[in-house]
C-alpha cells in the first residue's frame, strides 16, 4: 500500500515539474516573440527555428530544470520542419513542438489584438496647446 502512495506521489510531482517548466518555456518563448512582433517581423519558418534554438539556449531555462525535463522540451529529430522564409502554416495540425506552439500562439494573439484595435473608432484626443 505504501508504495501505491509514493507512486503516486512521484507521478504528481513529476507533473508539477513539468508544469513549472512548460510555464518557465512558454514566458521565454512569449518574450523572444514579442521582439520580432514589435519589429512586425513575420512568422517565417526559419525564424520559427531561431526562435526556438534561442529559447531552448536559455541559461536560465537550463538552470531550472534538469537535463531530463529538458529534454521533454526538445523537438524530437523525425519531426523535421522547413527552414524557409516563408510563412509559417501548419494548417489543421494540433501536435506541434511546445517551442513552436508557444511562439504561434503569442503571434496569434498579438494578430487580435493589432485586429481589436484597428477595429475600434479612434479615441477622441483633447488638443493640448503643445501638440499631441
Same mark, same amino acid.
Given at each position: 500500500m505504501n508504495d501505491l502512495t509514493t507512486e503516486t506521489t512521484d507521478r504528481a510531482l *513529476?507533473?508539477?515539474? =513539468?508544469?513549472? %517548466? *512548460?510555464?518557465?518555456? #512558454? =514566458?521565454?518563448?512569449?518574450?523572444? %516573440?514579442a521582439r520580432y512582433i514589435a519589429q512586425q517581423v513575420p512568422l517565417t519558418w526559419r525564424?520559427?527555428?531561431?526562435? #526556438? %534554438?534561442e529559447a531552448l539556449a536559455d541559461l536560465g531555462f537550463a538552470s531550472r530544470h534538469d537535463a531530463l525535463m529538458l529534454g521533454l522540451f526538445q523537438r524530437p529529430s523525425d519531426l523535421p520542419y522547413p527552414e524557409t522564409d516563408e510563412g509559417v502554416d501548419f494548417g489543421t495540425s494540433t501536435a506541434l513542438p511546445a517551442v513552436f506552439a508557444f511562439a504561434v500562439s503569442a503571434y496569434e494573439? *498579438?494578430?487580435r489584438s493589432a485586429a481589436t484595435r484597428a477595429s475600434q473608432p479612434a479615441a477622441h484626443k483633447r488638443a493640448r496647446a503643445w501638440g499631441d
Amino acid at each position: 500500500m505504501n508504495d501505491l502512495t509514493t507512486e503516486t506521489t512521484d507521478r504528481a510531482l *513529476a507533473a508539477l515539474r =513539468y508544469q513549472t %517548466a *512548460a510555464r518557465d518555456l #512558454e =514566458y521565454i518563448v512569449r518574450n523572444i %516573440a514579442a521582439r520580432y512582433i514589435a519589429q512586425q517581423v513575420p512568422l517565417t519558418w526559419r525564424l520559427l527555428h531561431a526562435i #526556438e %534554438a534561442e529559447a531552448l539556449a536559455d541559461l536560465g531555462f537550463a538552470s531550472r530544470h534538469d537535463a531530463l525535463m529538458l529534454g521533454l522540451f526538445q523537438r524530437p529529430s523525425d519531426l523535421p520542419y522547413p527552414e524557409t522564409d516563408e510563412g509559417v502554416d501548419f494548417g489543421t495540425s494540433t501536435a506541434l513542438p511546445a517551442v513552436f506552439a508557444f511562439a504561434v500562439s503569442a503571434y496569434e494573439q *498579438a494578430a487580435r489584438s493589432a485586429a481589436t484595435r484597428a477595429s475600434q473608432p479612434a479615441a477622441h484626443k483633447r488638443a493640448r496647446a503643445w501638440g499631441d
